[in-house]
């Protein structure tokens, strides 16, 4: 894409209001520099692209609400996988530190990277965090971002979680990809030399050569966690049979505890390097059939 193009490109995909054919088109081309094929889609993003265009099953949206997913979870998998809440509130004013413990953490329900961990009350800055906590609750981020549509309708509310502290080592976040409720790959985000990195595993915890752009790889090996089986066993349950879920676990020490699900990996911005894994997890991706006569499918059979 020529830089003339690209400018207008991003200046098209500001407006939120675009229809959302269009507005996939315009988001795939600004950032994979190629038309969007949403009638033969092959690669990963392709096909994440037109799940979110086409695929408007109503459970999605609880899946994406940090604390509706919960009854989810429960139902599925049972409470024991899931993570201690304090609080929930429908407003920044609302938080009363006074009756949180003195590690907790923070979230919005609404979207991802919202978050604030606070590991000690002593020197809080209150009035901050509700400016952060502001902010969140005023923009449906991730549907104004890139028109994710599961996000649409969600409600915007902040609750307080438990702190979750390993006893040894970080706390590593394993993000198990499956499809049509079948694991196929593990991503492990950990930190190496205080730089941020996505790892992926194939299922018997072979390290993989396989990375997303712009992402860095973990250079050692990540030791196989506890109970690996059984958190894969979680997340083919969790994912059912939906074409794509990303179903994110943390293992505190062997303790599995539920992390969230993802619909849409970083906005269907994803490149897989080498080239040729882009049309092979694509494959994995079998889409359902649109019902004759209607434009989106919003139930299964």
Same mark, same amino acid.
């Given at each position: 894409?020529?830089?003339?193009?690209?400018?207008?490109?991003?200046?098209?995909?500001?407006?939120?209001?675009?229809?959302?054919?269009?507005? /996939?088109?315009?988001?795939?081309?600004?950032?994979? =520099? $190629?038309? %969007? *094929?949403? #009638?033969?889609?092959?690669?990963?993003?392709?096909?994440?692209?037109?799940?979110?265009?086409?695929?408007?099953?109503?459970?999605?949206?609880?899946?994406?609400?940090?604390?509706?997913?919960?009854?989810?979870?429960?139902?599925?998998?049972?409470?024991?996988?899931?993570?201690?809440?304090?609080?929930?509130?429908?407003?920044?004013?609302?938080?009363?530190?006074?009756?949180?413990?003195?590690?907790?953490?923070?979230?919005?329900?609404?979207?991802?990277?919202?978050?604030?961990?606070?590991?000690?009350?002593?020197?809080?800055?209150?009035?901050?965090?509700?400016?952060?906590?502001?902010?969140?609750?005023?923009?449906?981020?991730?549907?104004?971002?890139?028109?994710?549509?599961?996000?649409?309708?969600?409600?915007?509310?902040?609750? /307080?979680?438990?702190?979750?502290?390993?006893?040894? =080592? $970080?706390? %590593? *976040?394993? #993000?198990?990809?499956?499809?049509?409720?079948?694991?196929?790959?593990?991503?492990?985000?950990?930190?190496?030399?205080?730089?941020?990195?996505?790892?992926?595993?194939?299922?018997?915890?072979?390290?993989?050569?396989?990375?997303?752009?712009?992402?860095?790889?973990?250079?050692?090996?990540?030791?196989?966690?506890?109970?690996?089986?059984?958190?894969?066993?979680?997340?083919?349950?969790?994912?059912?049979?939906?074409?794509?879920?990303?179903?994110?676990?943390?293992?505190?020490?062997?303790?599995?505890?539920?992390?969230?699900?993802?619909?849409?990996?970083?906005?269907?911005?994803?490149?897989?390097?080498?080239?040729?894994?882009?049309?092979?997890?694509?494959?994995?991706?079998?889409?359902?059939?649109?019902?004759?006569?209607?434009?989106?499918?919003?139930?299964?059979?």
């Amino acid at each position: 894409m020529n830089s003339i193009k690209k400018i207008l490109y991003g200046l098209i995909k500001k407006n939120r209001h675009l229809p959302q054919e269009f507005y /996939a088109r315009i988001f795939y081309e600004y950032y994979h =520099g $190629e038309k %969007l *094929d949403l #009638k033969n889609p092959k690669n990963f993003a392709e096909k994440i692209q037109w799940l979110k265009v086409y695929y408007h099953l109503p459970i999605l949206n609880q899946f994406v609400d940090k604390y509706a997913v919960r009854s989810y979870v429960k139902e599925k998998i049972g409470e024991g996988y899931l993570n201690e809440i304090y609080a929930v509130y429908d407003h920044p004013n609302q938080v009363d530190y006074d009756k949180l413990p003195e590690q907790f953490v923070l979230k919005g329900t609404h979207g991802s990277n919202m978050n604030i961990i606070v590991k000690s009350k002593k020197g809080l800055n209150k009035n901050r965090n509700k400016l952060r906590m502001f902010k969140w609750m005023s923009k449906n981020l991730y549907y104004a971002g890139g028109q994710e549509w599961a996000y649409k309708d969600v409600t915007h509310r902040i609750i /307080a979680e438990k702190y979750l502290d390993p006893k040894a =080592g $970080e706390l %590593l *976040d394993y #993000k198990i990809h499956c499809f049509s409720g079948t694991a196929k790959f593990i991503q492990v985000d950990s930190v190496f030399e205080n730089v941020k990195t996505n790892t992926c595993y194939d299922l018997d915890w072979n390290k993989m050569e396989l990375k997303q752009n712009g992402r860095n790889v973990n250079p050692g090996i990540i030791e196989r966690p506890d109970k690996l089986e059984e958190m894969i066993e979680i997340a083919n349950k969790l994912a059912d049979s939906h074409p794509f879920v990303r179903v994110d676990l943390y293992n505190l020490d062997g303790k599995i505890i539920f992390g969230e699900l993802t619909l849409y990996p970083r906005d269907a911005r994803i490149k897989y390097e080498p080239e040729a894994y882009d049309k092979i997890i694509g494959s994995y991706i079998n889409l359902p059939k649109i019902p004759s006569g209607a434009k989106e499918i919003t139930s299964v059979s």
